[in-house]
């Protein structure tokens, strides 16, 4: 799996830090932003935060000034005068916001997908309920290498890489 090269927790009503919570299948959201250059630039920066907002008001996480909090913790935690090319995750619960940085790893020329016959909860939101898939991905060399998860002959998703889709199911 990733080593992460930073990992922190906060709680949500005062931002104090906290012991280290990855939240994986706990009841809540995240999102995964690719931090990249010097400055630092999140790549669809925007839409990851609409999207985050959204699955939050969804899932009935509604903490007060949430995003201003999010967008606080993220211009904090990264280094401006570093040069990047990394994922940034953001995870939420009721209880914390937690992020973690780790290095984007580089995908080999022959990358290919593994199907996993599987649709994960809620998959339209980027929820927290992860385990089946993380399993999957640790046995997994993510350079080479990424699983998607397909239910009654459509591709749904993912594991780590971004799918583009043309026409429907045409990848």
């Not at 993220?74 to 995870?91: E, G, M, Q, S, T």
């Not at 790893?105 to 809620?122: A, E, G, H, T, V």
């Amino acid at each position: 799996m990733a080593i992460l090269l930073l990992k922190k927790s906060y709680r949500h009503k005062d931002l104090k830090e906290i012991k280290f919570h990855d939240l994986w299948n706990s009841y809540g959201v995240f999102t995964t932003m690719r931090a990249v250059g010097r400055p630092v630039k999140i790549l669809f920066f925007k839409e990851h935060i609409e999207n985050l907002l959204k699955s939050l008001k969804i899932y009935k996480i509604d903490k007060k000034n949430i995003k201003k909090n999010i967008l606080k913790l993220i211009k904090f935690n990264l280094n401006k005068k570093k040069k990047y090319d990394h994922l940034f995750r953001v995870a939420v619960n009721n209880r914390m916001i937690s992020i973690s940085l780790r290095k984007r790893p580089k995908p080999k020329s022959n990358f290919s997908l593994k199907l996993i016959n599987y649709k994960r909860i809620d998959p339209e939101y980027k929820n927290l309920k992860y385990k089946k898939i993380l399993s999957h991905l640790k046995r997994m060399d993510t350079t080479k290498s990424d699983i998607a998860l397909y239910k009654d002959n459509n591709v749904l998703e993912t594991g780590t890489s971004n799918l583009l889709f043309f026409k429907k199911n045409k990848i």
